[in-house]
C-alpha cells in the first residue's frame, strides 16, 4: 500500500488571504479535503471529496490506511496548540508536510498593538484550567486559548481567588469576522461578559510599586502584619527555605502558615510552584490574607482550617513545611508519609525540647531520614552610647526525606 503525502495547512485570520502559491498546489492536487465546516467553505471548488472534522482518533485510523492525498485544514499555524501535535505524535514525520499561516494570536497581538516575543503562551481549550493558571501567575504577559467550559469569566474568577488582580485584560473575540470585537478591562470588568466561544484572552500585567520594595528573600519581619509570636523570623526563615531546597515547579503545603511570611518567601524562589498556605486561626488568616496582597504572592493560596483534614482536596506535595500543628504533629506526620511524593522533603520547625523530641520520633517511626539543626541568633541592640547582642530563643530546624538525597 503506498502512503501518500499529507499536508496540513493554516488558513488566515479571514480565510483565503495568506495561502502560499505551494499551499494552493498541494489543495489543488489532493483528492480528499478535511476539516471544520468553515475550512471546508472556503475551497467550494475543490474538486475532491470533503470531509468535516470529527474525532481526532477517527481521523488517525482513516489517516493510517487511506492511499489517498489528504489535505487536512485548520488555523493559523496547526504547530502552534494545532492538531499536528497529534499527528506528528502518531504518524511517521515523514509524512506530514506543514504550511503554516498567520495564527489568531499573532493577529490578536497586531491589533491591540501590542508586542508578543516576551508572552506566554497557554490553551485551557479542552485542558483544565488550573495549571494554566498556574502559568498566568507567574508570568508578565499571558496569551490564553480559552474554551466554552474555561472561558476568559472563569479565568478571572481564577485569577481573583488566588489575589492575583494586577492584570490589564484584552479580550478578542470573533477575529477576522464582521463580528469582530476587542474589550479592554480589568480582571473584575471580565466577570460581567459572555464572550463569544472564539476568543482570545490577553493578559499584560500591570505595574505594582510594591514588588520592588522587597527582595526575593530575608523581608524584614516588620513587614508582615502578624501576632508578633506567630512568625518565622527572618533569620530562622533563610535557613528553612535553604533545608525545603525548593525548585521553580513544586507543590508546597505550609502548614500552620500564620502571617504566610514562608510562603511569600518561598513563592518569590519558586514563581512556577503552588503553594498551599493551611491555617485554622481566624486572627492568623486575616494577618495572612493581606500579606498575600501586600506582596503579590499569586501562587500561595490560603486554604482555611485545620490540618490534617483541610490536606484531603489537595495536590500531593513535592514539599512540606509544618510551622505549627495544632497538636496533631503526629497526624500531620501520618498524613505527610502518604502523600508526599518521591524524593520529596519536610521540613519543621520547633520551639521546645518536647517538639523537637517528638517530631524527630515520629519521622524515624515512618521510615524518614531526619536532619535537625539548631539555630541560634543574637542580634544587636543599643545600650547607652554601647551595642550589646541580644539572644533569641533558639529555633529547631528539622529537615526529613527518605532514599538518598
Avoid at 58 to 75: G, P, Y
Wanted: with cysteine; glycine share 8%.
Amino acid at each position: 500500500m503506498t502512503q501518500q503525502k499529507i499536508y496540513l495547512v493554516g488558513a488566515g485570520i479571514e480565510g483565503w488571504e495568506g495561502f502560499g502559491s505551494k499551499a494552493l498546489e498541494v489543495i489543488a492536487q489532493s483528492e480528499m479535503m478535511i476539516g471544520h465546516q468553515r475550512h471546508l467553505d472556503i475551497f467550494p471548488d475543490f474538486s475532491g471529496e470533503k470531509m468535516p472534522l470529527g474525532d481526532l482518533p477517527e481521523l488517525l485510523d482513516f489517516l493510517k490506511t487511506t492511499e489517498k492525498q489528504v489535505v487536512v485544514l485548520a488555523t493559523g499555524d496547526p504547530d502552534f496548540f494545532g492538531i499536528a501535535r497529534f499527528l506528528l505524535r502518531n504518524l511517521p514525520k515523514e509524512r506530514i508536510e506543514i504550511f503554516a499561516n498567520v495564527t489568531s494570536m499573532q493577529y490578536a497581538f497586531a491589533r491591540i498593538k501590542e508586542p508578543w516575543d516576551d508572552t506566554i503562551f497557554v490553551s485551557v481549550h479542552g485542558r483544565g484550567m488550573h495549571p494554566a493558571v498556574d502559568k498566568i501567575v507567574a508570568a508578565e504577559k499571558i496569551c490564553v486559548l480559552t474554551d466554552k467550559v474555561n472561558t476568559p469569566a472563569a479565568i478571572a474568577a481564577e485569577l481573583i481567588d488566588r489575589g492575583a488582580e494586577g492584570y490589564e485584560a484584552w479580550l478578542c473575540e470573533d477575529l477576522g469576522l464582521d463580528s469582530e470585537k476587542i474589550t479592554r478591562c480589568d480582571l473584575r470588568g471580565l466577570l460581567e461578559i459572555t464572550s463569544s466561544d472564539l476568543n482570545i484572552l490577553i493578559l499584560i500585567k500591570t505595574y505594582e510599586p510594591n514588588l520592588i520594595q522587597y527582595p526575593l528573600i530575608g523581608i524584614d519581619d516588620d513587614e508582615f502584619q502578624t501576632s508578633k509570636k506567630l512568625i518565622t523570623k527572618q533569620e530562622v526563615r533563610a535557613v528553612t527555605l535553604a533545608k525545603l531546597q525548593l525548585q521553580n515547579d513544586l507543590v508546597m503545603w505550609d502548614i500552620g502558615a500564620g502571617s504566610c511570611s514562608v510562603a511569600i518567601e518561598a513563592s518569590n524562589l519558586m514563581p512556577n510552584g503552588r503553594i498551599y498556605a493551611v491555617e485554622q486561626n481566624p486572627q492568623c488568616i486575616a494577618f495572612g490574607r493581606e500579606n498575600l496582597g501586600k506582596f503579590a504572592a499569586r501562587n500561595v493560596k490560603l486554604v482555611e482550617g485545620e490540618a490534617p483534614e483541610v490536606l484531603d482536596g489537595l495536590p500531593d506535595p513535592d514539599r512540606i513545611f509544618i510551622g505549627g500543628s495544632g497538636g496533631q504533629l503526629e497526624e500531620i506526620i501520618i498524613t505527610a508519609d502518604s502523600r508526599l511524593k518521591p524524593e520529596g522533603r519536610i521540613v519543621l520547625n520547633a520551639v521546645t525540647l518536647d517538639t523537637l523530641t517528638r517530631a524527630v520520633e515520629f519521622l524515624e517511626d515512618h521510615g524518614f531520614t531526619v536532619e535537625a539543626t539548631c539555630v541560634n541568633i543574637a542580634k544587636t541592640r543599643s545600650l547607652t552610647e554601647y551595642k550589646m547582642f541580644e539572644a533569641q530563643n533558639p529555633v529547631y530546624v528539622i529537615a526529613a526525606w527518605k532514599g538518598n538525597q
